[in-house]
């Protein structure tokens, strides 16, 4: 495709137009009139982030497979491409209609042209992101507004989300014709075949070139599909005091719940082998494959190891296959493998001593994040890393025994210790150790621990090498506890940005150890993340007025700004404490209760009052647990395809 020279200009004068421009090894042409859909894949954030996700090598791969869809990109432009696209900008700031509309990289058509357009939500600090790519798309932002009787409005794109932040949709509602809750790969591919037979159909019926009633005769077909949420039907009603009294289906296509989608057989479904290779350097500039996904550990706060539940496997040969394929189709010279938690893989040991060398024979590169530290994990990282060991990471999370068992985290001081001893032993100059403060029934005391922990760290590298180890180096790494949807943790109080600040400042001054350095998240952006992940509809209101003000690329510390959402929930009528520090009780009616995680939410009850009681539950791996996902699909497939380790449960237990 090529440039016009009006674009030519625009990127002439912008940082990095490598980002703009398409053309990467392995992009995908097809003739955009020999398609039934085309769907723009669109995530809110810049160029290198967006090719570093490897949802989007999933998706463009699976969906460029089938003849009649077009699957094209889109990213979320810097500010210095924006101002440029503007034109010349009104008083507010930002121009009415911009100068130059975002574009697609494939064949540079405009997003407002798409039949769809879908936006990956992978943390909430994109959201205003969002709406700035709607309006430089030239689409109105309100799905109200893209759903009226005037005809005109059915050309606009069905604007589509899903990933984890779809789990509690409700703070983007306002601005999304549909949400697809779970795995999308299955899903994602029907929906735009639906979407083609619905225009098919109206074209044939009508002459009217507006096509008025698509968009909502869509949407009714798809509403009863797992995993398919459409927000215009559904009403929410509140109660006396603010909190929800109940999410009223208004359309008769709508059930009352929205189940997930999950793919039960990870192996046959289809992983890219011809991966995009990005223009420039990119935050994972590298070939990736998916050994497993889902967690059996059910960390108390951790949202992705309740809904990415069952664990699903792919054979081992498999996962050598794609890795030999993708490194031969991209020219990548580093290979990762992605899980929750790499060496959790039932075949792990084998695997990591094949890859290990079939690596090493084509002199790539590999990487082998979160993995168990035992004593066969340090042998492959001895191996892979040699004489160059990088640091080396732990994620302790709390640093009290007892906290750990709050969270169920199920590693003891002695896991710590005896793993930092080994690494030491190894070689090893730089642990980095990652911890979560905020944790519910959290006290100053768990904080000493954090400290102790660094503390006896360096004292062990002491007593292995003695004077010796002077460049050895620990890292203290602290965030900050956010409760998000579906998780036992849905319920608590989160810290005030001012309780974060002070126990910021305590640890600064426990951890004042030589060769421990200390980093920290900054508290109101954890706020705000905690605002959208337990917020409402209501919270619509203050996310468009923060916009407004020219909120973009919150999760970027040099754009974030304090000040102007402080305004925009001012002006929404919004107190940001009703959703972040104020305990919910377990009876309230939560924003998401519609949506279905397929995990029991009586299980997480369960599990909060496990926490409480400072009582930790097994990995299910050993044993069914009763989350409740044996209701709908076999729990755990090993690699070797053969049978569940465990028997299902009966339904419903």
């Not at 700031?93 to 911009?98: D, H, I, L, T, W």
């Not at 075949?193 to 869509?218: C, M, Q």
């Not at 180890?469 to 001012?498: I, L, M």
Request: proline content about 5%; overall charge negative; aromatic content about 10%.
């Amino acid at each position: 495709m090529n440039i016009d020279k009006d674009l030519e200009r625009i990127l002439r004068r912008v940082e990095k137009p490598a980002r703009y421009i398409g053309g990467e090894v392995n992009i995908v042409r097809k003739d955009p009139a020999e398609v039934k859909t085309r769907m723009a894949f669109a995530f809110p954030d810049t160029y290198e982030i967006g090719m570093s996700y490897l949802g989007l090598q999933i998706l463009y791969n699976i969906l460029n497979r089938n003849p009649d869809i077009y699957c094209e990109r889109v990213f979320a432009p810097a500010p210095d491409m924006e101002a440029l696209m503007r034109g010349e900008e009104n008083a507010a700031g930002r121009a009415q209609e911009p100068a130059r509309k975002l574009y697609t990289l494939e064949t540079f058509t405009p997003v407002s042209e798409m039949d769809l357009l879908g936006f990956t939500l992978q943390y909430e600090m994109s959201f205003t992101n969002i709406l700035n790519m709607l309006d430089l798309s030239g689409i109105p932002l309100r799905a109200a507004d893209r759903m009226a009787e005037d005809p005109d409005a059915e050309s606009w794109p069905v604007v589509i989300a899903g990933g984890p932040c779809a789990y509690n949709p409700e703070p983007l509602a306002d601005f999304i014709d549909v949400f697809l809750i779970g795995d999308g790969e299955e899903l994602l591919e029907r929906i735009c075949l639906e979407y083609a037979a619905v225009k098919e159909s109206y074209s044939k019926a009508s002459s009217d070139p507006a096509k008025a009633g698509l968009k909502l005769t869509f949407l009714r077909r798809i509403a009863g599909i797992d995993g398919v949420y459409v927000p215009a039907f559904y009403a929410p009603e509140y109660n006396e005091d603010g909190t929800l009294g109940q999410m009223r289906v208004t359309d008769a296509a709508a059930p009352e719940k929205v189940r997930r989608a999950v793919i039960s057989d990870l192996e046959n479904v289809a992983f890219p082998e011809k991966n995009l290779v990005p223009l420039i350097e990119t935050v994972h500039d590298r070939s990736v494959v998916e050994t497993f996904r889902g967690c059996t550990r059910g960390c108390r706060f951790c949202q992705a190891g309740m809904i990415y539940r069952p664990v699903r496997e792919r054979k081992k040969e498999t996962i050598l296959d794609l890795a030999m394929t993708q490194l031969a189709n991209t020219g990548h010279d580093e290979l990762s493998l992605l899980s929750l938690s790499t060496s959790d893989y039932s075949r792990f040991e084998d695997m990591a001593v094949e890859l290990m060398g079939l690596c090493r024979q084509q002199n790539v590169a590999l990487s082998l994040p979160s993995l168990r530290l035992d004593s066969f994990s340090f042998k492959v990282l001895d191996e892979i890393q040699g004489y160059r060991k990088s640091g080396l990471t732990f994620a302790p999370e709390a640093g009290s025994q007892r906290l750990r068992d709050v969270i169920n985290k199920n590693i003891t001081e002695k896991d710590i210790y005896d793993a930092t001893r080994q690494a030491i032993e190894l070689g090893w100059e730089h642990i980095k150790l990652y911890f979560m403060i905020g944790l519910p029934t959290e006290t100053y005391e768990d904080l000493d621990g954090i400290a102790e922990i660094a503390k006896n760290i360096v004292d062990i590298n002491y007593q292995i090498r003695g004077r010796k180890g002077g460049r050895f180096r620990v890292t203290v790494s602290v965030s900050n506890f956010v409760p998000k949807a579906h998780t036992p943790f849905q319920w608590e109080a989160q810290d005030t940005p001012a309780d974060f600040i002070a126990k910021h400042d305590y640890l600064a001054q426990k951890l004042r150890i030589k060769g421990v350095t200390f980093h920290y998240h900054e508290s109101n952006t954890s706020s705000l993340e905690a605002v959208f992940a337990r917020g409402d509809r209501r919270i619509c209101r203050a996310l468009e007025e923060a916009w407004r003000l020219g909120c973009r690329f919150d999760a970027w510390t040099e754009h974030f700004d304090e000040k102007k959402w402080a305004r925009a929930f001012e002006a929404a009528g919004i107190d940001p404490d009703f959703y972040t520090i104020r305990p919910r009780s377990t009876s309230e009616v939560l924003p998401w209760d519609h949506i279905d995680p397929l995990v029991r939410r009586g299980y997480l009850e369960e599990e909060r009052q496990r926490a409480y009681g400072g009582e930790t539950t097994p990995d299910c791996r050993e044993g069914c647990t009763g989350c409740g996902m044996n209701r709908f699909t076999e729990c755990f497939r090993g690699a070797d395809r053969s049978s569940a380790i465990f028997k299902n449960a009966a339904a419903g237990e």
